[in-house]
């Protein structure tokens, strides 16, 4: 064999370094682009009904509700199997009352909610004092913030919680049929002839819902009109008189079955109310009609049906009240 042979055959090992280096340095940066592409796939950014920019990593795996309705969203786009803890009156679907309660909206165990480690906690502003929300932020947690005013808002919202959770397909097949549920209501009541209502959710004192509540955009979709819709507030509270001056075509009482009862028994001795005249005092679901969430389609279909009887039964044009004796 050749010297030449030999010196031709020898390896230039300072080449092969380079070379390995530079595959590496390719290796390493096609990885790098894959796990940031898959970084920013797992990513998710949603605006919640503050206005308020949530961004979480990944979707939540550990989610805390903080409102009835935010549970009920929650279940509604498959995201049951993540939710961790829970308020008061979350009692729906029947799985909720089996997840741990970490206090009511107004009052909260902040201790148990960092035990349970969320990655997201579901807020309703209305319901919570902002201290505590604050307290909640300082301690690290990220707060999406569910206060639907209008009727979209409610399908909105479980399409961006369904964003948060990773339940995007679901939370899509809950909401349009929200909208659906909403949409035929309209079509069918919607340009019917006028109801005037009364619509009570407290006796001490006698409480209604207003014109900034997202009720009265359930009452407009079953062609009525709120007695009290001028008032600019949510809840405000009235006395007897103030009723009777309305004059209501129909009083529904949306209490729980044992208060409801009471309260109707007690407008009926109010015979001069036209409601009381045509037996158009009721009784409603609170929890179909005053929780802003998917069964808000259930509480809507219901009162317009309470609506469509009244008709049958009003006269067409209101009576005077008259003087108790």
Same mark, same amino acid.
């Given at each position: ?7 031709? #055959? ?5 080449? =092969?370094? &380079? $070379? ?7 290796? *390493? %940066?096609?990885? !790098?682009?894959?796990?940031? #592409? ?5 990513? =998710?950014? &949603? $605006?919640?009904?503050?206005g308020?920019?949530?961004? *979480? %990593?990944?979707? !939540? ?31 729906f ?38 201290a505590?929300?604050d307290?909640l ?20 919202d ?15 097949r809950?909401?349009a ?10 079509a ?30 359930v ?12 008032i ?6 009235l ?19 044992e ?54 039964t ?12």
């Amino acid at each position: 064999m050749s010297r030449s042979f030999l010196v031709s #055959a020898r390896v230039d090992w300072g080449y =092969v370094r &380079v $070379v390995r280096n530079a595959v590496v340095l390719a290796y *390493l %940066a096609v990885m !790098a682009a894959f796990l940031n #592409a898959q970084s920013a796939q797992a990513q =998710v950014s &949603v $605006v919640d009904d503050l206005g308020a920019r949530i961004t *979480l %990593a990944q979707p !939540a795996k550990r989610v805390i509700s903080l409102a009835p309705h935010i549970t009920e969203m929650l279940f509604a786009v498959g995201a049951g199997k993540a939710v961790v803890g829970v308020v008061d009156y979350s009692d729906f679907p029947p799985e909720a009352k089996r997840i741990v309660n970490v206090g009511s909206s107004a009052r909260l165990d902040v201790e148990r909610i960092v035990s349970l480690r969320p990655d997201l906690i579901v807020v309703w502003p209305g319901g919570t004092p902002i201290a505590t929300l604050d307290k909640l932020r300082q301690l690290g947690f990220i707060l999406f913030s569910s206060e639907p005013r209008h009727l979209e808002q409610v399908a909105s919202d479980m399409e961006r919680l369904a964003e948060l959770v990773g339940t995007g397909q679901e939370g899509a097949r809950a909401a349009a049929s929200f909208r659906n549920s909403m949409a035929a209501l309209a079509a069918q009541y919607s340009q019917r002839p006028i109801i005037t209502l009364f619509y009570q959710i407290w006796d001490r004192p006698i409480t209604t819902v207003a014109g900034e509540q997202l009720l009265n955009e359930v009452f407009t979709l079953c062609g009525g009109r709120n007695a009290f819709g001028q008032i600019k507030n949510v809840a405000p509270q009235l006395d007897v008189e103030a009723v009777l001056a309305a004059n209501p075509q129909v009083i529904a009482t949306a209490g729980a079955p044992e208060h409801s009862a009471a309260w109707i028994k007690d407008w009926r001795r109010w015979t001069q109310l036209q409601a009381v005249q045509n037996g158009n005092v009721v009784a409603v679901d609170g929890d179909l009609t005053q929780r802003q969430g998917p069964r808000l389609a259930q509480g809507a279909a219901q009162l317009c049906e309470t609506l469509e009887r009244a008709r049958q039964t009003s006269s067409a044009k209101p009576k005077a009240p008259k003087a108790r004796d």
